[in-house]
């Protein structure tokens, strides 16, 4: 199996950057891994033009930035973990314009046709936050929940980490959500 993942974080080795180093960890043994830290990629946000809208074998986006090697990345993967810390109940500013631009990945939605070049790929929503999950992560996975119907992917799972301050003070708790993640991801 090859895993995708993609860290959100301004930080490499921030709480989230280690949760997901945890994962990938567990997993690399036995599948291929590649972790794309989104901070060393260009990626522009999405223009509204719906160019894109005009190709269906490919992303056609009319933007030739990094968000088209992201995803390549993603469609010859057979699963994808976004992974991101909560920042104003939402990805990060350097996460959500690759979320945005997913919109070139998808063809014919809200008809029959509709399709998408990551259909069928598994995938899960990493996200570490200072406060609790209730009333705080809502928004996070509500877009997950939207990005995964809109782009028919098959999600496996929220694994949230609540009341993380520091990497060092995350504990056996990081622990147990990166296994429960590599769980969900490779069955």
């Known amino acids: 199996m090859k895993i995708v993942s993609i860290l959100g974080s301004p930080k490499k080795k921030g709480n989230t950057g280690t949760v ?15 972790r794309i830290h989104i901070t060393q990629y260009k990626v522009g946000g999405c223009l509204g033009c719906y160019k894109c809208g005009e190709k269906k074998d490919e992303p056609g986006c009319v ?22 810390p909560l920042y104003c109940w939402s990805f990060t500013a350097q996460m959500k314009p690759l979320i945005d631009r997913h919109v070139c990945l998808v063809s014919g939605y809200g008809t029959p046709d509709h399709d998408s070049l990551i259909s069928g790929k598994l995938t899960a929503l990493l996200v ?15 877009i997950y929940t939207g990005l995964s119907a809109y782009t028919k992917t098959v999600p496996k799972g929220n694994f949230i980490l609540p009341f993380c301050t520091a990497p060092e003070d995350m504990g056996d708790e990081a622990g147990a959500l990166a296994a429960n993640l590599a769980g969900a991801i490779t069955g």
């Open 20 to 34: 997901l180093s945890l994962f990938e960890d567990k997993v690399k043994k036995k599948h291929e891994v590649e």
């Open 63 to 84: 933007q030739k930035d990094d968000a088209l090697t992201i995803f390549e990345k993603m469609m010859q993967a057979d699963a994808i973990v976004y992974a991101s």
């Open 128 to 142: 570490t936050c200072a406060g609790p999950i209730e009333e705080n992560c809502d928004a996070i996975q509500s």
